[in-house]
């Protein structure tokens, strides 16, 4: 601490004493230590070394005379890997479709005024929410037919349908959970002004509650968008067709242990890049609404 000097004493003023006086100290605000290391241009650039370094790695370790080289293995397998990759776009949206859908309903009957249909749509979210997904995949192959006859057409029900079928069950039960909280949100004085308006309350949900929820759910629902689709190369374990099977037998027709580590990274790179702006949408609409709820 700096102590600032004091004019001289009057000694002419009785019981005069010298003070020192603090001199005022400026303090630098503390460094966010979070937005420093989880900014986007900081993990941009340790993503892309850890990649480089593997790459690199491999490829001096692991390449031998005549082979062709680890890009231009991985560049080969690309068009390969984007049809699979698209086969786990499609089956997350479709599983994200459905679920939302079905959330959204199972919500509305979560915060139903009759006990008996609370009670059942409460026990279907936490049943569905609080089961492994993986397990949920099996249920959804083994019980559902391969095919189905409608009108006495018969057609087939392909693996990834299933799949499809089987991801939008814990979207469901997550979705009714956001969608639950976010109605019980809404100030209950709405409701009752509603009421005095001659509303009826499935009125009251649609015109008041809904559109009030949409802002408080969306953070919430592209996060678990990005997490579904990290999730779809569990379908790979059930035999459907997706980014993981085709690098399997991308690996298999190589037939080089030193591409088996390039190739993985190469497909995390393709999740990597689709999820994480999502990630980082979702923590600006966080911020965003955070203060207008």
Same mark, same amino acid.
């Given at each position: 601490?700096?102590?600032?000097?004091?004019?001289?004493?009057?000694?002419?003023?009785?019981?005069?004493?010298?003070?020192?006086?603090?001199?005022?100290?400026? =303090?630098?605000?503390?460094?966010?230590?979070?937005?420093?290391?989880?900014?986007?241009?900081?993990?941009?650039?340790?993503?892309? %070394?850890?990649?480089?370094?593997?790459?690199?790695?491999?490829?001096?370790?692991? !390449?031998?005379?005549?082979?062709?080289?680890?890009?231009?293995?991985?560049? #080969?397998?690309? $068009?390969?890997?984007?049809?699979?990759?698209?086969?786990?776009?499609?089956?997350?949206?479709?599983?994200?479709?459905?679920? !939302?859908? *079905?959330?959204?309903?199972?919500?509305?009957?979560?915060?139903?005024?009759?006990?008996?249909?609370?009670?059942?749509?409460?026990?279907?979210?936490?049943?569905?929410?609080?089961?492994?997904?993986?397990? *949920?995949?099996?249920?959804?192959?083994?019980?559902?037919?391969?095919?189905?006859?409608?009108?006495? =057409?018969?057609?087939?029900?392909?693996?990834?349908?299933k799949a499809v079928i089987g991801l939008s069950l814990p979207v469901m039960a997550y979705m009714s959970?956001?969608?639950?909280?976010?109605?019980?949100?809404? $100030?209950?004085?709405?409701?009752?002004?509603?009421?005095?308006?001659?509303?009826?309350?499935?009125?009251?949900?649609?015109?008041?509650?809904? $559109?009030?929820? =949409?802002?408080?759910?969306?953070?919430?629902?592209?996060?678990?968008?990005?997490?579904?689709?990290?999730? !779809? $190369?569990? =379908?790979?374990?059930?035999?459907?067709?997706?980014?993981?099977?085709?690098?399997?037998?991308?690996?298999?027709?190589?037939?080089?242990?030193?591409?088996?580590?390039?190739?993985?990274?190469?497909? *995390?790179?393709?999740?990597?890049?689709? %999820?994480?702006?999502?990630?980082?949408?979702?923590?600006?609409?966080?911020?965003?609404?955070?203060? #207008?709820?």
């Open positions: 601490m700096w102590l600032r000097p004091i004019p001289e004493p009057d000694r002419r003023v009785p019981g005069h004493m010298d003070v020192l006086l603090p001199r005022r100290i400026h =303090v630098a605000p503390a460094l966010n230590w979070r937005e420093t290391l989880f900014n986007p241009l900081t993990l941009t650039l340790v993503f892309a %070394c850890l990649i480089a370094s593997v790459i690199g790695t491999a490829w001096a370790q692991g !390449t031998q005379p005549g082979q062709a080289s680890i890009p231009s293995v991985l560049l #080969k397998w690309t $068009p390969l890997l984007a049809q699979g990759f698209g086969y786990n776009i499609l089956i997350s949206v479709l599983s994200m479709a459905i679920g !939302t859908v *079905l959330g959204v309903l199972l919500g509305i009957l979560q915060v139903s005024p009759v006990m008996v249909i609370r009670k059942l749509a409460w026990l279907v979210t936490q049943f569905f929410r609080n089961s492994p997904w993986l397990v *949920l995949l099996f249920y959804a192959i083994l019980l559902i037919p391969f095919q189905v006859t409608l009108f006495g =057409v018969t057609m087939p029900f392909p693996g990834w349908l959970e956001y969608v639950r909280g976010a109605i019980q949100s809404v $100030p209950s004085g709405q409701w009752e002004s509603a009421e005095s308006l001659g509303f009826s309350r499935g009125q009251t949900m649609r015109m008041v509650i809904l $559109p009030q929820t =949409v802002k408080r759910i969306l953070p919430n629902w592209m996060n678990l968008y990005a997490v579904l689709t990290m999730a !779809t $190369p569990l =379908v790979s374990i059930i035999g459907v067709d997706d980014i993981m099977g085709y690098t399997r037998s991308a690996l298999s027709a190589e037939g080089r242990p030193d591409v088996l580590i390039p190739m993985y990274l190469y497909v *995390l790179c393709w999740f990597f890049i689709y %999820c994480y702006p999502i990630s980082l949408m979702t923590s600006r609409l966080e911020r965003r609404y955070s203060v #207008k709820l």
